[in-house]
Every structure is written in structure tokens, then in C-alpha cells.
């Protein structure tokens, strides 16, 4: 009995003394500045009154404590960005995590069967994820080139017509949400394959054998089976979308007319451009983050919920 | 049902009975009537022709690219024009001193990254897929949420704290900023992984008198290489690529990695997209080439993480 309760606080230890690094580091410099971060957003803090240091010379700080006014501002609309930003980030959630997870999906149930080439199939269609994000980005816009971009000249000889497509406010939005798509499919397509290769074959079989037809299967076993996969890549795709920092920066910077701003890349647009707002930015911050804390929970409540439904 | 994969295309079209021996798939559905073997070849070419065309799509860019780094000074903008290819673009790219620099630095903190950042969240990973101790649910649940905070917020403050450590323009502060990126998802990742190797395996370990440190470290992380090579190449990635920080942190030519210093191209060759091509390529290669090294334990590497989440 005492060997045992020596084990486990032995254990307990262990465990701790094995995730203390990690914690360390995420405390260091994420808790500590989002601490810092959240406090901001209370103030006036901007470029020209945060102090500093200029040679031997101290300017002292003199921000000061304003309470709720910045959320009353943003959240009043009246800085006149944050509704038209917000409803355009959750277009672009939603419809980024729709394709990346139908797609991905879809391409993942082709490679699961027996095909030919699955293996030169798989490496081909995961190269988006090799590549660095700026990389690819670079790579779109040059070929999304308003004159010389392959694939206006693409469009040109079928007839269509070229498009502006880093120009026009409606064009550029589908052409970053198609930037992005092509960028986070293969990461889907992945995961997915993996979850897909894990349900039991012989269930296929069974269903088969009971004469399911192939919608039925896919209905009834592919899509439960994969609940867990999906459940878990939905939940960070909607979190990695939301705050999806370089897609936007690189291919558009927020432009044309800031028509294809995120919240996020307003945020750090306030905090880094011409007058530093420090505080406008980190109540942006706190509010994307308000947000997907806020949808992360239901997410997990209602998953909770059906699974105590199904069980 | 591609049932029909096996079948050469020299094949009539509606060939009725196919006695080749069938695959797996085929054979279960050998009992139904024969027009079921008709469609799927149809099918059969459907889904090819559904692989080729993604295929083409997720290639197509990189291959772009790497055509346009091969063209002279300002023949990009002659987009069908292949005439002259030549490696003049690379020669330049590589005989600029400050590109090499780049590179280097970025080697120095992907490596960085990836070497630390995977040694710490296997390490809490493994804590937390076999150890009970207080806090070990909200852990995992903290590590997710770390994934919600925008860098926009983050970045001051860091800033801040990295400047009165006076760790600015060091490699080892961007090494610790890249890791806040990628440690939570590795842990989890690597928790669900270690999730998947039996239990006994430990027990083994402690009854030759192993540490629980040392089992992690002599007989479970060895078990653990494909969820490894995974969250490595997660992590490479993301240190490879990282932009925000890297520009905010690192102040000086010297110190630049290599996307904050191409952004400092973007300006000055204002139409030298050759140079900038040729630089994407160079880029493109050791992420590719680990890409290659890992690829084969992709998928197990990452099945095993997202189903016991």
C-alpha cells in the first residue's frame, strides 16, 4: 500500500518534471505576453507613448488604464472595420474548412481503394504541403498575374477573358480562398486517409454481405468511423482558418481596398503599421480569441453530446 | 469499386467476362451480375482521370515556378515562351552573399526548432498518454487553445519580454517562438501516438529497473519514429516558414531567415521575378527533400494522433 502511494507520487513527479519544458516555454512566451496582451487592451497604449529607450536615454511610459473603451469601440462598429472584417473572416472559415474537408475527403477515399499509382498519386497530391507557405503564395501570384499570369492567359485563349484577379475586391477574395484551399487540402487529405485506413474492413464486408449499397456504406460506416478524425481536423481547421496569418499577408496583403482583411491581419495591421495602435490590436486579439474559445467549447459540448447519443 | 484496375488498356471496351484473376475488392463482388464489371471500368477511367487532374493541380505550381527560374532576365512575362532556359537565375541567386546567409540562418533555426520542439512535446506527450497526475486533462486542453491566439496579439508583448532579456537578434529566442508554434500540436499529435504502443512495453521496462525516464527515452521513442518523423517534418515546416515573428525579431541583415529577407527582395528587383524564382526553388528543396525522407510514415504517423484525440 505505502509502496504504491510512493509510486504514484513518485510517478507524479515524473510527469511533471517531463512536461515542464513545454510548460515553461508556452508559459514564457504565451501565457505571460497574452497575460500582457489582455492588459493592453485595456489602456492606450500606441507607438509614441509605450517608453523606451533611445541610447542612454529613458522615456518613461505614459499610457494609461481606459477600462472597457476599446471593446466598446470596436464592438460599437464604430471604427467602421470590425463587422465588415468579421463577416468576411467567417465567409472565409467556412467555406475554406468546407472545401479543405470535402476535398480532402474525396481525395483520400479515391487513394484508399486499390488503384494503381496510390503510392506516385499520394507524394504528388501532398507536394502543397511540402512547400512553404511563402513560397506558394509567391507562386500564385505569379501566376495569377493580372497580364502576364498563366492562368489569365489560360482564360484568355479559352474565351473567357482575364480577370483581375488581385485587383478586383470579389475576384481577389476567390482567389485567396482558392489559394488557401490548395495550400490545406493535402493536410486533410492526410489525416483523413489515415482515419479512413483505421476502420475495421471487415464492416465493409458485413454491410456488403447485408446488401448496403455503396452511399449506405459510406453514410453508415465511413462517416462514423471517421468521426474522430473529422471531429479533430474540423476543430483546428476552423481555428488555423480563422487566424490563417500568411496566406492573406503574402498573396493580397488585406488588399484591394483591404477587401480581403482578416481579423487577424487587421489586428496586426493596426499594431505594426503607420501610428502603432497597440491597444486596438490587442482587443482585436482578445476578441478573435473570445470567439474561438467560445465556439471551441459548444464544438466539444455538442460532440460530447452525440457521442452519449450513439453509445 | 475500381475493380477493374488490374485490367490492361488494351482491353476491349465491355469486355463481359474477365477471367484474370481479380484483386481483393473485385473478387467480393464477383457475385454480381456482369454489367457491375462493365461500369466500373468506366469508373476505372473516372477515377483516374479524377487522381490526374488533382495531381496536376497540387503539381502545377512548384513545376511554374521552377520553369520561370529558369528563364532569362524578362521573358516571365512571355508566358508560353520556353526558348533559352538556362541556370543564369541560380548563379545569380547563389553568388549573393546575403542569400546564402539567409539560408544558413534558417537552417540553423528549422534545425534548432525541430530538435528541441520535438524533444519536449514527446516528452509531454508521453507524460500525459501514461502518467496520472493532477492537471493532466486540462493540459491537453490548454495545449489546443494555445493553437486560438492570434499572433497579432502575442507579438508585442514577446517582443517586449525577448528585448529585456536582451534575446533579440539571437537564434535560440526564435527557436523558442517557433517552438510556442508547433509544440502544442506535436504533443497532441505525439500523445495520441504513444497512445497506440501497448502498455506492456512499459511495464517491461520497469521490471528491468528502468526509469519511467528512461523507458520513454530507451524503448518507447524508438517505437515512436513515424510519429516522430511526422511532427519533425510539422515542425520544420513551420520553422522553415515562419514570417511574423522572424521579421519582428530579428533586426539585423545578418540575422535575417530567408522569407523576412526575399521580403526585403520584393522591393528592391521590383520586376526580377527570375531571381525570386529561382530563390523559391532553392527554398523548395530541403523542405522537399525531408518530405520524400517522411513521407512513407505520413500516414501512419498521423492516423494513430487524430483518432484518439
Redo the contacts between chains.
Keep these: 500500500m505505502i509502496s504504491k502511494l510512493r509510486r504514484s507520487y513518485d510517478e507524479r513527479w515524473y510527469a511533471w518534471a517531463m512536461i515542464a519544458p513545454v510548460v515553461l516555454v508556452l508559459g514564457v512566451l504565451v501565457v505571460y505576453p497574452l497575460v500582457q496582451g489582455l492588459y493592453y487592451s485595456l489602456t492606450n497604449i500606441n507607438e509614441s507613448n509605450m517608453g523606451r529607450d533611445i541610447g542612454v536615454n529613458h522615456i518613461p511610459a505614459t499610457y494609461h488604464f481606459v477600462g472597457l473603451d476599446n471593446y466598446f469601440e470596436v464592438l460599437s462598429g464604430r471604427d467602421g472595420e470590425f463587422y465588415p472584417r468579421l463577416t468576411w473572416t467567417l465567409v472565409w472559415t467556412v467555406a475554406c474548412v468546407t472545401l479543405h474537408y470535402s476535398l480532402g475527403l474525396g481525395l483520400a477515399m479515391l487513394l484508399n481503394r486499390q488503384v494503381r499509382f496510390a503510392g506516385l498519386y499520394r507524394v504528388l497530391l501532398v507536394v502543397p504541403w511540402a512547400v512553404p507557405v511563402f513560397v506558394s503564395a509567391f507562386a500564385w501570384r505569379l501566376m495569377l498575374n493580372k497580364d502576364n499570369g498563366v492562368v489569365n492567359v489560360v482564360l484568355d485563349n479559352v474565351g473567357i477573358g482575364a480577370v483581375d484577379w488581385l485587383g478586383e475586391p470579389t475576384a481577389a477574395k476567390f482567389a485567396v480562398i482558392m489559394v488557401n484551399v490548395w495550400v490545406g487540402v493535402p493536410f486533410c487529405m492526410v489525416a483523413i486517409l489515415g482515419g479512413l485506413q483505421a476502420i475495421p474492413k471487415e464492416q465493409y464486408e458485413a454491410a456488403a454481405m447485408d446488401g448496403a449499397n455503396a452511399w449506405q456504406r459510406f453514410r453508415h460506416i465511413t462517416l462514423p468511423g471517421l468521426r474522430p478524425v473529422s471531429s479533430t481536423i474540423v476543430l483546428l481547421g476552423v481555428i488555423w482558418t480563422f487566424n490563417q496569418f500568411g496566406v492573406i499577408f503574402l498573396v493580397t496583403e488585406g488588399g484591394p481596398y483591404g477587401s480581403t482583411e482578416l481579423l487577424v491581419t487587421y489586428a496586426y495591421k493596426l499594431g505594426f503599421a503607420n501610428i502603432r495602435d497597440y491597444a486596438t490590436a490587442a482587443t482585436y486579439g482578445a476578441i478573435i480569441l473570445s470567439m474561438l474559445l467560445v465556439f471551441a467549447t459548444a464544438y466539444r459540448r455538442t460532440l460530447e453530446r452525440g457521442q452519449e447519443q450513439t453509445a | 469499386?475500381?475493380s477493374l484496375?488490374?485490367t490492361p488498356p488494351t482491353a476491349a471496351p465491355g469486355t463481359k467476362a474477365d477471367a484474370r484473376p481479380l484483386?481483393?475488392?473485385a473478387r467480393?463482388a464477383a457475385g454480381r451480375p456482369n454489367s457491375w464489371g462493365r461500369r466500373s471500368r468506366a469508373r476505372s477511367v473516372a477515377?483516374?482521370a479524377?487522381?490526374i487532374l488533382?495531381?496536376a493541380?497540387?503539381?502545377f505550381?512548384?513545376v511554374?515556378?521552377a520553369l520561370?527560374s529558369l528563364k532569362p532576365d524578362d521573358q516571365?512575362?512571355?508566358?508560353?515562351d520556353f526558348s533559352g532556359l538556362s541556370l543564369d537565375n541560380y548563379s545569380a541567386v547563389l553568388s549573393d552573399s546575403s542569400f546564402t546567409t539567409w539560408f544558413a540562418n534558417s537552417a540553423i533555426v528549422s534545425v534548432g526548432t525541430t530538435v528541441f520542439g520535438v524533444?519536449?512535446?514527446a516528452?509531454?506527450g508521453?507524460?500525459?498518454s501514461r502518467?496520472?497526475?493532477?492537471g493532466?486533462r486540462s493540459?491537453m486542453w490548454s495545449f489546443?487553445?494555445?493553437?486560438?491566439?492570434?499572433?497579432?496579439?502575442?507579438?508585442?508583448?514577446?517582443y517586449?519580454?525577448l528585448t529585456k532579456l536582451h534575446l533579440t537578434n539571437t537564434y535560440g529566442a526564435l527557436i523558442?517562438?517557433n517552438?510556442?508554434v508547433a509544440?502544442?500540436?506535436c504533443?497532441w499529435m505525439l500523445k495520441g501516438y504513444f497512445d497506440t504502443i501497448p502498455r506492456e512495453i512499459d511495464e517491461a521496462g520497469r521490471v528491468d529497473g528502468l526509469?519511467?525516464?528512461g523507458t520513454?527515452w530507451r524503448l518507447v521513442l524508438p517505437l515512436a519514429k513515424p510519429g516522430l518523423a511526422v511532427t519533425g517534418f510539422y515542425t520544420f515546416?513551420t520553422a522553415?516558414?515562419e514570417?511574423?515573428f522572424a521579421r519582428t525579431l530579428m533586426s539585423d541583415n545578418g540575422h535575417y531567415t530567408l522569407?523576412v529577407g526575399?521580403n526585403t527582395w520584393i522591393g528592391q528587383f521590383k520586376s526580377e521575378?527570375g531571381l525570386?524564382?529561382a530563390a523559391?526553388v532553392l527554398?523548395?528543396i530541403p523542405?522537399?527533400g525531408?518530405?520524400?525522407f517522411v513521407?512513407r510514415h505520413?500516414?501512419?504517423g498521423?492516423?494513430?494522433g487524430?483518432?484518439?484525440?
Design positions: 469499386m475500381s484496375t488490374s484483386p481483393t475488392r467480393k477515377l483516374h479524377t487522381l488533382a495531381s493541380i497540387a503539381v505550381p512548384v511554374w515556378v520561370t516571365w512575362q512571355k508566358t508560353g524533444l519536449i512535446s516528452s509531454a508521453y507524460a500525459v502518467m496520472r497526475f493532477p493532466h493540459l489546443l487553445v494555445t493553437q486560438m491566439f492570434p499572433v497579432a496579439v502575442l507579438i508585442v508583448p514577446v517586449t519580454i523558442l517562438v517552438c510556442t509544440v502544442p500540436f504533443a526509469t519511467p525516464f520513454f515546416l522553415w516558414a514570417i511574423a522569407p526575399m521575378w525570386m524564382t523559391s527554398i523548395t523542405a522537399a525531408l518530405f520524400f513521407q505520413l500516414v501512419s498521423l492516423t494513430a487524430s483518432t484518439k484525440s
